[in-house]
């Protein structure tokens, strides 16, 4: 039961936001007493704390199948994006700008996995591209993490609308990317740009 609640309460939150859903529509739509969520969540926001945890460790292991394709480093950003917006494309108001503006003690914690996780997998996406030819070898690694997370972060903290917080993550991916490639490096990029034109 408990799993089930989880699941209807997620897919509740990101369809309708985190501050809007309340205990008695979760109940209501899973045809539950509200004394029956409370057996397991003794409030809200421990049940909105343990979704942000569920869902950063599906996002992370989705993550890490793709790396784990060993696609080139720019593909693979570009892979993850999509995911990004495959998995949020129910959500009308950004997720993360929710937690921040609502529950700013939970936001505190998911970023502070997030900036870890992600710092990682930035650096590994930089020096796999310097390998592969398609991010110049001189480009000072860690300074360009920072660029490319406090560029994306921003974002996602101030943007209210997921589809238009998505449409800036991909130009800031864009960014980042031509800011960082060679010449092998671009033609790659426009290959993937062409990609998401014909979707």
């Known amino acids: 039961m408990r799993e089930k609640i989880m699941s209807k309460a997620s897919d509740l939150f990101m369809k ?9 529509d979760i109940a209501g739509e899973m045809c539950i007493s509200k ?18 945890d569920m869902i950063h460790s599906e996002i992370h292991e989705i993550v890490d199948q793709i790396v784990a394709e060993n696609n080139n480093a720019i593909e693979e950003n570009y892979k993850i994006r999509r995911m990004f917006k495959e998995m949020f494309k129910a959500a009308d108001t950004s997720p993360v700008y929710q937690l921040k503006k609502h529950y700013p003690s939970i936001f505190e914690k998911v970023m502070a996995k997030e900036m870890n996780e992600c710092n990682i997998l930035f650096k590994n996406n930089i020096e796999k591209g310097i ?17 490319y997370y406090n560029l994306l972060f921003s974002i996602k903290e101030q943007t209210i609308s997921e ?16 800011a960082i490639a060679t ?9 993937q740009l062409l990609n998401i034109e014909k979707k």
């Open 16 to 24: 309708l936001g985190f501050k809007s859903v309340t205990m008695d």
């Open 35 to 52: 004394k029956t969520i409370y057996k397991f969540f003794s409030n809200k926001e421990i049940l909105i704390e343990e979704i942000t």
């Open 131 to 147: 390998a592969q030819g398609l991010y110049r070898k001189e480009i000072p690694v860690e300074t360009f993490v920072k660029f």
């Open 163 to 178: 589809k238009e917080g998505q449409e800036l993550e991909l130009q800031i991916l864009e960014y980042h990317t031509r």
């Open 183 to 191: 010449a092998e490096g671009i033609a790659e990029l426009e290959k």
